[in-house]
Nanobody, 128 residues
């Protein structure tokens, strides 16, 4: 499985960005059954859960402090997951990573080391 995040960049406070993560895998790896997560890591800080969407039509989960501003969605036909980010704040500045797992349980989806696959990350910088 390979993941490739894109869509990061420099944006002013209050602006919006939409991150995309493309999923590719060996034949037979069905995207729709994977749980996809977005994490972020700011300089000098630990990797932080942002949002996740469970596989097989399961629920979505969002970090409480960003609810209403950041929204996760997925397109199973395109093997992609998205993070729509609105009303961006300087504290949202970080490298954003997408991650995937086919076996993660709901109670663990906020934990980075429970994901098997990671993309290389995309940098989001919000200027004040």
């Amino acid at each position: 499985v390979q993941l490739q995040a894109s869509g990061g960049g420099l944006v002013q406070e209050g602006g919006s960005l939409r991150l995309s993560c493309a999923f590719s895998g060996p034949t037979g790896q069905t995207f729709r059954r994977y749980t996809l997560g977005w994490f972020r890591q700011a300089p000098g800080k630990e990797r932080q859960f942002v949002a996740a969407t469970k596989g097989n039509g399961g629920a979505t989960y969002v970090l409480e402090s960003v609810k209403g501003r950041l929204t996760i969605s997925r397109d199973n036909a395109k093997n992609a997951v998205y993070l729509q980010m609105n009303s961006l704040q300087p504290e949202d500045t970080a490298v954003y990573y997408c991650a995937a797992s086919s076996t993660i349980i709901t109670s663990s989806l906020r934990t980075p080391n429970q994901y098997h696959y990671w993309g290389p990350g995309t940098l989001v910088t919000v200027s004040s």
